[in-house]
């Protein structure tokens, strides 16, 4: 499948391939046997489009060979799969529809009750944070300064930078072990998707949205895919563990980040607007100019990628 028709339909359980399958009956927590029972579909070539099409009894018999109950749990996974909807979280393009569902009459993120972000005071000796700042200044040399109408490929190169190095630098902060997870496929009651998630241990604690001039339909559907996170999440806990925090959604434009704190049933957000971005990269962009012309060698040497 192209790059393109993946971007599109992703959501759509015909057009996975065995191993997004895989991974997909993985976060069920079916219980089933990784090495034994998983490995069957993966030998079998099983994808989206011939999973659909398994029953009970053709999982009981050759070639999958699968034992009882196993086979029950994954014929139980089928049905409730051919039942979802066929729409995915960028289907969602009324902010106002969704905030109703919150309590606000509202078509705009200005009228979402706001919470203040914890900050913490970084070293300007933190390894990350010298690696991430030289990373900026690569790109500003490459780039230049953000525009509106910069490409998503662009914006995503400046986020990127700035995701990788907050995540490490949060991981040392709070001593807990972080991952990153592109493409990273969630279903919910309504709708079903791949998104870029951030993970600690097997549950997902953000989700993030990179919307250009669409900063009010990035919030519809990052709330959309929080709700439907915080039910993953909640099958996974163990029984009678049902204590549940918040989650949060960032939405960014590249320039502008917005970020979600959601727990069932209420919203807040917090935004760190483009002025103090754009004047920090103002600041570094006339650094970078001030450095003379080097050999591309020298260059990678000062600002590894």
């Not at 919150?102 to 390894?127: C, M, R």
């Not at 439907?228 to 806990?237: I, P, V």
């Not at 990269?281 to 100019?289: A, D, G, L, S, T």
């Not at 003379?292 to 990628?305: L, V």
Request: aromatic share 10%; proline share 4%; hydrophobic share 35%.
């Amino acid at each position: 499948m192209s790059t393109s028709t993946a971007k599109h339909n992703s959501y759509l359980v015909e057009n996975w391939d065995t191993e997004t399958l895989i991974n997909f009956l993985k976060e069920q927590n079916l219980k089933l046997n990784d090495k034994k029972h998983y490995d069957i579909l993966s030998k079998q070539e099983v994808d989206g489009q011939i999973f659909l099409e398994l029953t009970k009894e053709k999982l009981l018999a050759s070639p999958y060979n699968f034992p009882g109950e196993p086979a029950i749990k994954l014929a139980k996974e089928i049905k409730a799969l051919k039942k979802k909807p066929n729409c995915a979280f960028s289907s969602y393009l009324s902010l106002s529809e969704v905030l109703a569902e919150y309590g606000y009459d509202s078509d705009g993120i200005d009228s979402i009750l706001l919470f203040s972000l914890p900050t913490y005071e970084i070293q300007d000796d933190n390894k990350v944070f010298k690696r991430c700042m030289k990373e900026i200044l690569g790109r500003l040399r490459f780039y230049g300064i953000l525009q509106p109408d910069s490409l998503e490929a662009i914006r995503n190169e400046y986020v990127m930078a700035l995701l990788h190095a907050s995540i490490h630098i949060i991981m040392d902060i709070t001593n807990k072990e972080l991952s990153i997870k592109p493409q990273y496929g969630i279903v919910g009651e309504e709708s079903r998707d791949q998104v870029n998630a951030i993970k600690e241990a097997e549950e997902l604690i953000c989700i993030m949205e990179d919307k250009q001039h669409k900063v009010p339909i990035g919030f519809a559907q990052n709330i959309k895919q929080l709700e439907s996170t915080c039910e993953t999440n909640k099958k996974k806990r163990k029984h009678g563990d049902n204590d549940f925090d918040y989650l949060y959604g960032i939405v960014t434009t590249g320039r502008d980040w917005h970020f979600l704190l959601y727990s069932p049933g209420k919203i807040s957000k917090a935004s760190d607007t483009a002025r103090d971005w754009n004047r920090l990269i103002e600041n570094r962009q006339n650094i970078v100019k001030s450095i003379p012309r080097i050999d591309s060698e020298k260059f990678f040497t000062y600002y590894p990628t």
